[in-house]
C-alpha cells in the first residue's frame, strides 16, 4: 500500500527534525534540499517504504559503516550506533538477519554497539539461522579482494538490501577522504565494491550521509560539491573530489548519519503502525556507551565519550524521544479533528 498523506505528512516531519543543522558545518541545508528533490518526497520514508517492500523474514540485509578517523585511523560513534540500532528494527520490525560490514579495525566496536543494540553477535552461519542475531564482519582493504569478497557474499547471503551509514565512498580514482577532504584510502575496507556489485544485481541499497563524502552522495554529486569547502579539490594526491562516485537507490541525509538511521526506524514504525520498532532512548544510550568503551571516538574532541560529530551521547536520546512521539502522533494523525481525543475537554 502506498504511503498516505498522513504518513508523507508526518515523514516530512521526520526529515526535517534528523536535517537540522546542529553541527555548524553547514552542508547539511544544501545536501538534504538536493537529496530530496531528486526522490520527490521524504527520503526516510522512501528508505522505509523500500525496505519494507522488498525485505521478507529471514533475509539478510548487508549493512555498511565504520569511518576510519586521523590519526588513530579508528572508526566513530557516528555510523555504528546508527547501523545497530536499525539493525535491530530491521529484526523487529521484518525479522531480517543483519550482517554488518566493516573495516577490520572497526570490528570489535560494531560488534560492541550491535550487542548494545541488544542482539546477538554470532557468526555468519548464526546469524543466518538464529533470529536477534547480527553477525559482524571485516571487509578487505585491497580491491581485487573486495571485489572477490563481494562476489562470494552476494552468491552465498543473496542480500535483500544493502544499507551504508556514515560509510566512506571511493571518488573518480578510487580514493576515499574525510569530509574536509583528508586521504582515507589505505584505511577503508573497499565496500564500494560490495554495492556496485550489488547494483549490477539489482539489489536494493540505501545510503546515509552527513557530510558529502559517503557512499551514496553521488545522487547529489553537483550540491555537494557547491556545499564543501574541499569538495571540488581533495588534500591528498590524487587530485579528485571528495564525492564517491557509487549511487545508491535512495540516499538519505542528517545532520548526523546515526540520525538518519533514527528516521528511517521512525518511519517503518509509522507505517507498520508499531511504534515499538523504533529503539527507545535507554538502548540509544547504550549503544553509544558501549561502542564509546570499545574505542570508537566523538569525532569531536577525540575523545571516547558517548556521542557524535560533536553533539553529547544524552542528546542523541533527545532525537529519538521526538521521533518516538511523531511515530504515535502519526498513528491518529488528524483525529482531534473528527472527535475529541480527551472526552473530558
Ligand atoms: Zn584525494
Redesign the pocket.
Known sequence: MAPTVAQITMAAGMDALVNVEVGGRGVVGAMHAAARDAEGGPLCLAAADRLLRTIHRRDVVILATGLPIAPWFRGEQDGPVGAATLARALVLGIGARPVIVTDPANVALCAAAVAGAGLHVGSLEEARRLPTTAAVLDFPLEWAAADARAAELLGSLAPAALIAIERPGA?EHG?Y?SAAGL?LTEHCAKIDALFRAGRAREVLSIGVGDGGNELGCAKIRDAVLRAIPRGGR?A?P???TVVPVTETDVLVTAAISNWGAYGIEAAMAMLLGRPDVLHPREVDARVYDRCAAAGANDADAGLLDPGADGVPGPLHGHVVDLLACMVRNALDFGKMYREPRYPWL
Do not use: L
Request: aromatic residues 0%; glycine residues 22%; proline residues 11%.
Open positions: 571518488n580514493h577522504h586521504p581533495c591528498c590524487c587530485g579528485g
